[in-house]
């Protein structure tokens, strides 16, 4: 009996240590969008039979955008309810998602969903996944880009994912995570740093830097089959991967003539590298621009470092920022007509975003030791590893400045996020 | 060691003793500078096995003279640092066989990959010390740990001096 209640009281414990954990997760979100279009999310019909409550991760999705307005709907509408278009517009609603959820036999779920316009008194898009439990809130993250896409016009990044590195006591783990933090899965763990991770092309692999052997070297993580390979190992130093577009390629930095060079190696790690850049002292963190034709890259040849570009067969570099005496890790739009950097002034590393035709430049960040920005794919939106009290926390922001989320948990360093590609 | 020796001696010289007196009770005992070779070897046959010792008695130099400390913002080995230059490239040469891995480091301010870059330099002004003296590349690696290994916690001057720094790792 005895025996039994200490059980049952450890597993409370466990149960209620896990929900703390969660909780320690927190996601904050400031500032408003300037154009929030009011949408009405139901209740998913039937929703209480998934693990999951797909209609709270739509919601949290949506207004974390600062694209929405939620609008609650107080009783659960499953797809086939019938709407009552003018008593939605009289409520300010400019859309309605219903949905329902059904169990299957064999323990997968049918997620249906519709959008309705209200206005326009007609459906406008819907349709149903069928998934494992592990997949349900992907099945839900999907109706998020669905709504914002449909209301937007542009794409939405919450089905897409991130990588991030953690240190845990005196463990280093590459984590994968949906684009809310979310469904965590540890890639690799290890007792040395792992930095510099950057997806492929087509989500299934990472590219990272790690310590393991006492210097760095670049490895591929095959993400599905878990596994990890050597791509770069020369004599020396091995870091800063970035693929190319195709995913055949990586441009790395490498220091085999002493100082560290960009070089060009097959992503499979097969071949000699081609040298890509020459300079007297530093050139370091290569990012192929998305037609795959240029490179960015950070440059000491004037001094403090800042950023360049190159033709990806080489050639006279040109720089590409002029404020700022120092001007580190730049990122490329997916539309090529944007960069994102770590610029250092007045003594704080924050992020800013400079306009490529314009060379308008906008602060993005007011930490003091931001690094690691990455486009989200839709490029809306900017990841980011902020430092708070000297643990560093993982944010968000949009790329005109106006939402801000901060993602923080207590136990954990975060560092060196990187935003995934979009995935089917 | 050296006592062993010594009773080999006196064992060595009593027998060679004992050997000339049975022969010649004139002859005065000869004692030359060299008893253990009083058993006769065969020179320069095909049979002859040379001993070489490829690990001379030489233990790697302390940890203590295994770190270079930099200046904020600077690439330079300190004149303060010459024995340690000294100490490590003799050992190397003594030690043909033995291959150093230099690992620069920075400080914590800055971002990671750039702090790699800077750390390598650090790493790369040691290699060239210790070239200098002789050190023949084959033995040298010098690699970067950027701001990721540091040696001491704080955020502070006092941590940050002690990390910007390069280790010689045998």
Redesign the interface.
């Known amino acids: 009996m005895t025996k039994h209640f200490i059980r049952f009281a450890a597993l409370l414990w466990l149960a209620c240590a896990s929900v703390l954990a969660q909780a320690q997760l927190r996601i904050t979100t400031e500032g408003v969008g300037s154009k929030r279009i009011p949408v009405a999310i139901a209740d998913f019909a039937d929703e209480s039979q998934s693990p999951e409550q797909i209609s709270a991760i739509i919601k949290a999705d949506l207004s974390r955008s600062g694209y929405f307005t939620i609008i609650d709907t107080n009783s659960p509408m499953s797809e086939n309810s019938v709407v009552n278009y003018p008593d939605w517009k009289t409520r300010g609603a400019f859309a309605l998602a219903p949905g329902s959820v059904q169990k299957l036999a064999d323990g997968r779920f049918v997620i249906r969903y519709r959008l309705f316009d209200i206005n326009k008194g007609q459906q406008i898009s819907g349709f149903s996944e069928t998934v494992y439990p592990d997949r349900l809130r992907l099945a839900a993250h999907k109706i998020a880009d669905d709504i914002y896409e449909k209301l937007t016009g542009a794409p939405g990044d919450f089905s897409t994912r991130i990588a991030y590195v953690t240190k845990e006591g005196r463990t280093y783990k590459l984590v994968v995570a949906d684009a809310d933090g979310m469904g965590r899965i540890d890639a690799m763990n290890s007792s040395?740093?792992i930095?510099?991770p950057t997806w492929s092309p087509d989500g299934t692999h990472i590219a990272c830097?790690s310590?393991e052997r006492?210097?760095?070297i670049v490895y591929v993580v095959d993400l599905v089959r878990g596994e990890h390979h050597e791509v770069a190992n020369f004599?020396?130093?091995n870091?800063?991967p970035a693929w190319s577009p195709d995913g055949s390629k990586l441009a790395v930095?490498l220091?085999l003539t002493?100082?560290?060079q960009i070089y060009v190696i097959n992503a499979n790690g097969g071949g000699a590298p081609v040298k890509l850049t020459s300079s007297a002292?530093?050139d370091?963190?290569p990012r192929f621009s998305p037609d795959g034709q240029s490179i960015y890259f950070?440059s000491n040849r004037g001094g403090g470092?800042q950023i360049y570009r190159v033709g990806v067969n080489g050639g006279s570099a040109q720089r590409v920022t002029f404020s700022g005496d120092?001007n580190?890790?730049p990122r490329i739009s997916p539309d090529g007509k944007s960069l994102v950097y770590?610029s250092?002034r007045g003594g704080q590393?924050q992020i800013y975003l400079l306009d490529l035709a314009t060379n308008q430049e906008l602060r993005l960040s007011n930490g003091s030791?931001d690094?690691?920005p990455s486009f989200s794919p839709s490029g809306r939106y900017i990841l980011y590893a902020s430092e708070l009290g000297?643990r560093n926390s993982l944010a968000v922001v949009s790329v005109d400045g106006s939402v801000k989320q901060q993602l923080l948990n207590q136990a954990v360093d975060y560092?060196?996020p990187t935003w995934g590609p979009f995935m089917k | 060691m050296r006592q062993y020796s010594a009773i080999a001696l006196a064992v060595s010289s009593a027998m060679l003793f004992a050997a000339c007196s049975s022969t010649k009770l004139d002859d005065k005992p000869k004692i030359d500078d060299k008893p253990v070779q009083t058993a006769p070897v065969q020179q320069g046959d095909a049979r002859t096995v040379t001993p070489i010792n490829t690990t001379p008695d030489v233990s790697a130099p302390a940890d203590a003279s295994r770190s270079v400390y930099f200046d904020f913002d600077s690439y330079v080995v300190k004149d303060e640092y010459a024995p340690v230059i000294q100490t490590n490239s003799k050992f190397l040469s003594v030690k043909k066989g033995q291959k150093v891995l230099i690992q620069g480091n920075t400080d914590e301010r800055g971002t990671a990959e750039y702090n790699l870059a800077l750390g390598q330099k650090r790493a790369e002004a040691v290699r060239k010390s210790l070239a200098a003296m002789g050190v023949p590349d084959s033995q040298m690696e010098a690699v970067s740990l950027g701001k990721d290994k540091p040696k001491a916690q704080g955020h502070d001057e006092s941590a940050w001096a002690q990390n910007r720094r390069a280790d010689l790792v045998y």
């Open positions: 040395e740093p930095i510099s830097v310590y006492r210097k760095p004599k020396g130093s870091s800063a930095a220091s002493g100082n560290t002292d530093i370091t963190e950070t470092p120092f580190t890790s770590v250092r590393f030791m690094e690691a000297h560092s060196e």
